[in-house]
């Protein structure tokens, strides 16, 4: 064999270019090389802005009123002294124009046995009313949003207004 005479083992591989086929002689084999593509996914961190929350909180006053009502007896005492006739019926604790009547009684000893209205417990009731005032502070919180760029500059406030508390 010459330098310039192809050796038979030497053959030309195909290429894509290539359309004409590539002769073996007997007994000689082809290697082809099978190719494979994989994927693969990586992720990363990136940074695209950033978010400040902050809650203010405002005060004001308010005075808060209600009226309270009281009530209050007077008793008063109101000699009678009347002896009751026999067979008259004891009197019995009553309501006369919003006045509550309780009878007081006694015996005393007499040759004979009498009944004696000595008073009555005459009872009114008075009520009042009073206005009050309690001073309380109200506290209302908001939420103050900020939006922040990745350099940290400002770009968008938002704020919600939270519900009210009450504290004295």
Do not use: F
């Amino acid at each position: 064999m010459t330098a310039h005479e192809p050796n038979q083992r030497e053959q030309r591989q195909p290429t894509h270019q290539d359309e004409a086929p590539t002769q073996l002689a007997t007994g000689e084999s082809l290697a082809i090389p099978v190719v494979e593509e994989t994927a693969r996914i990586e992720k990363q961190v990136v940074e695209t802005g950033r978010v400040r929350v902050r809650t203010e909180t405002e005060t004001h006053d308010q005075i808060l009123r209600e009226s309270l009502r009281s009530d209050s007896v007077a008793v008063t005492r109101v000699p009678v002294n009347r002896t009751l006739a026999a067979g008259e019926a004891a009197p019995v604790a009553r309501v006369e124009d919003g006045v509550t009547i309780i009878p007081v009684l006694e015996e005393i000893l007499v040759v004979e046995k009498r009944l004696v209205l000595k008073e009555e417990v005459h009872i009114r009731k008075a009520s009042a009313d009073e206005d009050v005032e309690v001073p309380v502070t109200l506290r209302r919180q908001r939420a103050v949003v900020e939006r922040l760029s990745a350099d940290g500059q400002t770009t968008d406030t938002t704020a919600q207004t939270g519900s009210e508390e009450t504290s004295s």
